[in-house]
């Protein structure tokens, strides 16, 4: 696990604030005078800044190449930078420039890392190995200075004497020193791909703690996903969540039209859930179901129990919509509503093994987000259909030129 010091992105960030750029300038032209005197005009040229003479560059590195920072743009001048980061390492100049990149995205607020750094008021930050050793991986901890007042010189000295020789550094007090509620974006997102890597720790605790940091960044709109296998064990990374799709609006419009209360406020409540409470939105998910069941029934002036269950209430409802199976003789009509029959069925038996409907039991699978959202996905797809399947057969009794011989909208085939 090593700190990648590359810049991220090639797009220009927004309107850069004053202060910013005032850093960037100045964190920029001590890396360039960390370049031998005789190379620093050079470099300049490399980085598109005005030339000059060497006499000047060897008076004053830092001066040489701030003041010819001073003269271009903030455009340059994030362009410098991202060009010298291309050639080699400089950690402060990479994380203020990820920064400034990441104005234009989604912030991790304060509150979110403050849960995030909580989730290790009872772990180590890594089981496997020293936490000083993941840590070496993500920050260059020997070239950065120790917090004062200290005794040490270098924050690897720091961490080392408090976590492993002395042990009297919280977990907290390690991440707050590391800078976690201030770091880039990117930053922190490499230190929770690092902490429930398999190198960190394994097993049941690496699921659990990847799960639980998923919860947290769920709210800003992120998520700590599965992105693949090494030896066998799963590693994670974190990606923007999903925030919806067309569907999602396409299924609000026909279920608002259809019973803006009761119906569509159980689909909106369902999705805002997906992400927050997985069990929730899946009990929610069939209940969105029963209800569409229960008032295309009663319009049709059928009737239904109480003590009817899901299954039981779309089989009385496919019958009035004629979406049984055998009631249509072309086979791809009987495939699709055969599935749509098992899609309901699988829906309640999701619900009734993953929802908050029942006591989880010490065994019970805990579901997650993804779940809820193919569960609330599924309903609401299927709501939609059953609402236009009605709607369709109202049109077509209202309808007198309608010829009898006419396809419905369920896509019915009459042999």
Request: glycine share 6%; aromatic share 6%; proline share 7%.
């Amino acid at each position: 696990m090593s700190h990648p010091q590359k810049p991220s992105s090639t797009a220009m960030p927004p309107s850069i604030p004053p202060a910013m750029l005032k850093e960037l300038r100045q964190l920029l032209a001590s890396a360039i005078a960390d370049a031998r005197a005789y190379d620093v005009p050079a470099l300049c040229r490399r980085l598109n800044l005005a030339d000059g003479e060497d006499q000047e560059a060897y008076a004053s590195k830092f001066k040489y190449a701030h003041k010819r920072l001073m003269e271009v743009s903030g455009e340059q001048v994030v362009a410098s930078a991202r060009q010298l980061l291309s050639e080699g390492e400089h950690f402060e100049l990479a994380e203020h420039l990820a920064k400034i990149e990441e104005l234009a995205g989604s912030a991790v607020t304060m509150l979110t890392r403050r849960r995030l750094i909580a989730l290790f008021d009872a772990l180590p930050l890594a089981r496997d190995i020293e936490d000083v050793e993941l840590l070496r991986g993500l920050w260059p901890l020997a070239s950065l200075p120790a917090p004062q007042p200290s005794g040490e010189t270098t924050l690897d000295d720091y961490l080392h004497r408090h976590t492993v020789r002395n042990d009297d550094l919280s977990a907290r007090d390690v991440l707050e020193t590391l800078g976690i509620l201030t770091c880039s974006r990117a930053q922190l997102f490499r230190f929770l791909a690092a902490v429930t890597d398999p190198e960190a720790r394994s097993g049941p605790e690496q699921a659990a703690l990847a799960e639980k940091i998923d919860a947290v960044l769920r709210y800003d709109g992120f998520t700590l996903a599965l992105a693949g296998k090494i030896s066998g064990s799963p590693f994670y990374a974190v990606r923007p969540a999903p925030t919806g799709s067309p569907a999602d609006e396409s299924i609000s419009a026909t279920l608002a039209a259809f019973d803006p209360t009761q119906v569509h406020a159980r689909w909106t409540t369902a999705m805002a859930r997906r992400a927050s409470e997985p069990e929730g939105a899946i009990t929610l998910a069939r209940t969105l179901l029963e209800d569409v069941c229960k008032w295309i029934l009663d319009q049709a002036g059928e009737t239904w129990q109480e003590t009817d269950d899901l299954p039981a209430l779309y089989r009385k409802l496919a019958k009035v919509l004629e979406l049984a199976p055998d009631d249509h003789t072309e086979q791809v009509f009987k495939q699709i509503l055969g599935s749509c029959q098992s899609v309901v069925e699988s829906l309640g038996a999701l619900r009734n093994k993953l929802s908050d409907a029942h006591s989880p039991g010490p065994k019970r699978a805990r579901p997650q987000p993804r779940h809820a959202e193919l569960a609330v996905n599924l309903a609401g797809a299927m709501a939609t259909f059953l609402v236009a399947t009605w709607e369709a057969r109202r049109s077509e009794v209202g309808d007198r030129s309608t010829s009898p011989s006419s396809n419905n909208a369920s896509g019915r085939a009459k042999g």
